[in-house]
């Protein structure tokens, strides 16, 4: 029978497999250019849903023709169709201008647009979206739109479509409010850092008292470099196992070998991160591991702490340390003589305890999301045709 594995007990009719012809018709509503600066909307790849984008109005394309988006429509892009550049409106989106390149379909009475927004992501249509989109590559592959609206799909009857959108809704307002809340951490502890290591938030001791100030220290005076020990394995030489094999963004594979078995500090070499900083560039590695020659290790003395270093070595700005020449570098000099600002150990501690406590609670949470978005794909796998 023609029906999905996971299912409401109350429907039992087959689902019925038709062209998106018999579910959509083209719904283009065309308006005067904009006069003034406005609000484009669009969508780019990869079931990534929409954006809107401020378009000045110098920036106005005199030969585009501009329209008007309603919600619940299917919106796609004709030249990146084939990467599942297709989405279904929202409110947010309505009333959004959107150009020619946006063909835009309203769903008929019979049919659910929300219901669809989770048939978007199955890999059975991004086939049939590329079968639709004939030609070279990028943005040679124009959408064929005959061949779109012959793509069949497999549906049930409206209740049962209800039913599934409804449920699949309240996993992603769960999914939703864990990654607001994980956004909303990780502000407050940018807005942490910020005033701890500008010295603005400042811990007390027992008795209430200010510690002594802070002191300027030499990151070869801090910690003992341990780079002649890291080895690099190229993939072939790897042999998967449970070990952590760090680079210079952190693990990057898992294999059956170690070379340290103590928490280290370890700070990137070389890549672009170092300059464009889009994840961290220091890490402190646990247990037993091993590290390629792409992140400088680093043993912190005993008067030292290493979350506290961890998180000093974070916020500094590397362009000033950058050596490379085809990609940012820290050589191990350059990084002996970073300076950085150290409170007495009693201090490093208590700041340390703090932010390790807030990264628990951060981690929890995205533990959370992650536990979700596994729930949710694993119901779209079972709940579709």
């Keep these: 029978m023609n029906v999905p594995k996971l299912r409401f007990k109350e429907f039992t009719d087959e689902w019925k497999q038709t062209p998106l012809k018999n579910i959509i018709y083209s719904n283009i509503i065309e308006a005067p250019k904009p006069t003034t600066d406005y609000i484009r909307l669009g969508i780019r790849s990869h079931c990534k849903g929409t954006f809107h984008e401020l378009v000045k109005i110098e920036n106005i394309l005199s030969a ?10 299917l919106i796609l892009n004709i030249t990146f169709a084939w990467e599942q550049a297709i989405a279904i ?6 009333g959004k201008y959107i150009s020619n390149r946006f063909p835009t379909f309203a769903f008929k009475d019979n049919q659910l647009p929300t219901f669809y927004k989770y048939i978007i992501p199955q890999k059975r249509l991004k086939y049939d ?4 989109s004939p030609g070279g590559a990028g943005r040679n592959r124009v959408l064929n739109k005959k061949l779109f609206l012959s793509i069949p799909v497999n549906i049930p009857l409206l209740k049962e479509q ?7 809704t309240t996993v992603d307002k769960k999914i939703t409010n864990l990654e607001n809340i994980i956004t909303s951490l990780e502000n407050q502890k940018k807005g942490l850092l910020q005033q701890i290591f500008s010295q603005k938030l400042r811990f007390k001791d027992k008795n ?7 002191e300027k220290k030499k990151l070869e005076d801090i910690a003992i470099f341990l780079d002649n020990k890291r080895k690099p394995l190229e993939q072939s030489e790897r042999i998967h196992g449970k070990y952590p094999y760090y680079g210079a963004s952190g693990i990057i594979d898992y294999i059956n070998d170690y070379i340290f078995d103590e928490e280290l500090v370890l700070l990137s070499e070389d890549g672009a991160n170092i300059i464009d900083r889009n994840y961290p560039i220091c890490f402190i590695a646990t247990g037993k591991y091993w ?3 792409h992140a400088h290790v680093l043993k912190v003395k005993s008067q030292y702490v290493n979350k ?12 000033k340390y950058n050596t490379g020449t085809a990609q940012p570098k820290l050589n191990q000099d350059v990084c002996r003589k970073i300076i950085l600002s150290i409170p007495c150990l009693e201090e490093q501690t208590k700041i340390a305890n703090f932010l390790s406590t807030f990264d628990r609670k951060l981690e929890n949470q995205k533990a959370q999301l992650e536990h979700w978005k596994q ?3 694993g119901l779209l796998q079972q709940m579709f045709v």
């Design 291 to 293: 590290v390629n020659n």
């Design 64 to 73: 585009d023709k501009m329209y008007i988006v309603p919600k619940n429509n």
């Design 375 to 377: 729930i949710k794909k």
């Design 208 to 214: 209430g008292n200010n510690y002594p100030n802070w």
């Design 129 to 132: 979206l590329n079968v639709a």
């Design 162 to 168: 209800e039913k599934i959108a409804k449920f699949l």
């Design 89 to 94: 409106t929202d409110d947010n989106d309505e």
């Design 308 to 319: 506290f270093i961890c998180e000093s070595l974070e916020q500094l700005n590397y362009t």
